[in-house]
């Protein structure tokens, strides 16, 4: 079954620290790996994409990893800000199909002064 | 910068009604796409939609869904006869070319509340 898991559900960190996400993933085949940021009640932003080929893709303070041999990505903040705030949700494209995205459960980050 | 737009953000209607969702989709893109997360859940595929047919659908979408381009800039999902389950947010997206590696663009979705 296509599925994507992300751990941990929800984490708490203080402004300025660094903190890294999880995704695990059972679909195939496999074609593209997306990082989406949604802010609570707003429609999901694409923040970084990775093929399998990739295993590293920055955008400002995100950093993604993917490891396609073991399923997994990661999504590093550095530096976060209070406006880092938000559910980051891990998306997986499965290859031969339409452009229909598997999305994760999300977690939900509370960055504190 | 271009985005996409949904109205309204809200609805709440009674089930058994019918509802239209309604999203304007970034104007140079050509594929379609229906998606809801239905809270605390995760987002859902609903359906996609190309050169005025349904290119794929979900098990979700069932023959109470429908969608339609009814002009050149609209993407309307049509739910003919709401239930309680269907009380949702419903996200429209539309991306430049149906490539796997092509970003799909989020509207803001529209919170429908089936009482």
């Known amino acids: 079954k296509n599925q994507v898991e992300q751990s941990p559900q929800s984490l708490i960190i203080l402004e300025g620290k660094n903190c890294t996400l999880q995704?695990?993933?059972?679909?195939?085949?496999?074609?593209?790996l997306r990082w989406y940021k949604q802010d609570t009640g707003r429609g999901p932003v694409s923040l970084t994409i990775m093929t399998f080929s990739e295993n590293t893709k920055s955008n400002g303070r995100y950093t993604a990893t993917l490891d396609a041999d073991t399923k997994q990505s990661s999504l590093h903040i550095t530096a976060s800000q209070l406006s880092d705030s938000a559910s980051y949700i891990c998306?997986?494209?499965?290859?031969?199909?339409?452009?229909?995205?598997?999305f994760g459960t999300g977690t939900l980050l509370a960055v504190q002064p | 910068e271009p985005e996409v737009t949904q109205t309204p953000s809200h609805q709440v209607t009674q089930m058994g009604q019918e509802v239209i969702l309604r999203c304007v989709p970034i104007?140079?893109?050509?594929?379609f796409y229906w998606y809801r997360q239905i809270l605390g859940q995760k987002v859902e595929f609903l359906v996609s939609?190309?050169?005025?047919?349904?290119?794929?659908k979900s098990e979700i979408f069932d023959d109470q869904f429908s969608v339609e381009r009814p002009d050149g800039s609209n993407f309307t999902l049509k739910i003919r006869s709401t239930k309680l389950e269907d009380s949702a947010m419903y996200f429209c997206?539309?991306?430049?070319?149906?490539?796997?590696?092509?970003?799909?663009?989020f509207g803001p979705g529209t919170r429908l509340t089936v009482l």
């Open positions: 104007s140079n893109h050509l594929y």
């Open positions: 997206a539309s991306s430049e070319v149906d490539d796997p590696t092509d970003t799909q663009y």
């Open positions: 998306v997986v494209s499965r290859g031969g199909a339409t452009n229909k995205l598997i």
């Open positions: 995704c695990n993933y059972t679909v195939s085949p496999f074609s593209n």
């Open positions: 939609f190309y050169n005025n047919e349904i290119s794929e």
